[in-house]
């Protein structure tokens, strides 16, 4: 008697619910009949046993493949499974399968996208390949078998990784955009104080706005960091080329500064290497000079003045 009320409720709830089948079911008495002498030979006492509930959130990339599978229960014992799906501004897609005579019925279900993993005999699961950010909504599975119903929900929540832009609006101010869902993070460097304007769009589609203004002109390059849960992404804009902003990290500078006085270092210890070289070379031909020029008076007066003269 306990089946045959369990399966009665879903069965009911089945044919309220508009589900046409494209095959002829058994009528309900028959199916009464089947589950009453099945419950007497089990020998299962007379009660309603209540559904056994369950709801958790997924959340999937768009352009991606998303899986959602039923409670698990064995095939076995499986009268039937629904799927109830419910999208923003559609109506319910309602998704059946009957064990009893292996067949399939849905109503108002018109994503192609949208389908059975497999046979519902071998794997009830549900597929939605590609998934769009249409599919935002709530999926239930409800199970009837032999020994209770079951269900469970999912909230599936599609994740669109923001598209990012950075350019210059007016009177000297900078914007950095970033569309995408869920709403995106925005970060300046250099830090400011910065004006921010969230947008909501009819797809759940969130677009942040971030205005900052440098009033100064020792920045040199500004950039704008989105942070999602897609991934992280950043943008770079220059302003004023050729000047070191003041907030430029304490250690990078010194480190610039170090490299700079090494290599000046180095061109002065060349420069006095090559200055120093080039004072020896004179010297040397000063000196060579001197030499030439004493053997040239020697000659020239060893003309003039008799030999025997010079010797004595």
Not at 209 to 220: A, F, G, M, N, P
Not at 240 to 254: D, M, Q
Request: with cysteine.
């Amino acid at each position: 008697m306990c089946i045959l009320l369990i399966t009665a409720y879903v069965f009911s709830g089945y044919v309220r619910a508009g589900v046409r089948s494209s095959g002829t079911p058994r009528n309900l008495t028959q199916l009464q009949m089947a589950t009453t002498n099945r419950s007497s030979v089990e020998g299962k006492q007379s009660r309603l046993t209540p559904p056994v509930e369950a709801n958790t959130s997924q959340s999937v990339p768009v352009a991606t493949k998303a899986v959602l599978t039923c409670p698990p229960v064995g095939l076995t014992n499986v009268l039937i499974i629904r799927w109830e799906i419910n999208l923003r501004d559609k109506p319910s897609c309602i998704r059946a399968y009957r064990r009893d005579n292996n067949e399939t019925s849905e109503r108002n279900c018109t994503d192609e996208r949208i389908s059975w993993e497999s046979r519902p005999d071998q794997n009830p699961a549900l597929r939605i390949d590609p998934v769009a950010i249409t599919h935002d909504g709530y999926y239930r599975c409800e199970v009837a078998a032999a020994d209770g119903n079951f269900g469970l929900g999912y909230h599936l929540q599609l994740l669109v990784p923001p598209e990012v832009t950075l350019f210059r609006g007016s009177n000297g101010t900078l914007v950095c955009r970033a569309a995408g869902k869920p709403a995106a993070r925005i970060s300046w460097t250099p830090g400011r104080d910065c004006h921010t304007v969230e947008q909501q769009l009819g797809n759940g589609t969130v677009t942040i706005l971030s205005t900052c203004h440098w009033e100064d002109r020792q920045v040199s390059n500004v950039s704008c960091s989105v942070s999602h849960v897609t991934g992280n992404k950043t943008l770079s804009l220059e302003l004023n080329p050729g000047v070191i902003t003041l907030e430029f990290p304490a250690s990078r500078l010194l480190i610039i500064l170090y490299v700079k006085f090494s290599l000046f270092l180095v061109i002065l210890v060349i420069e006095g290497f090559i200055y120093f070289q080039r004072i020896n070379d004179c010297r040397d031909y000063e000196t060579d000079i001197t030499s030439e020029d004493s053997n040239h008076r020697y000659k020239s007066i060893s003309m003039i003045v008799p030999e025997e003269l010079l010797v004595m």
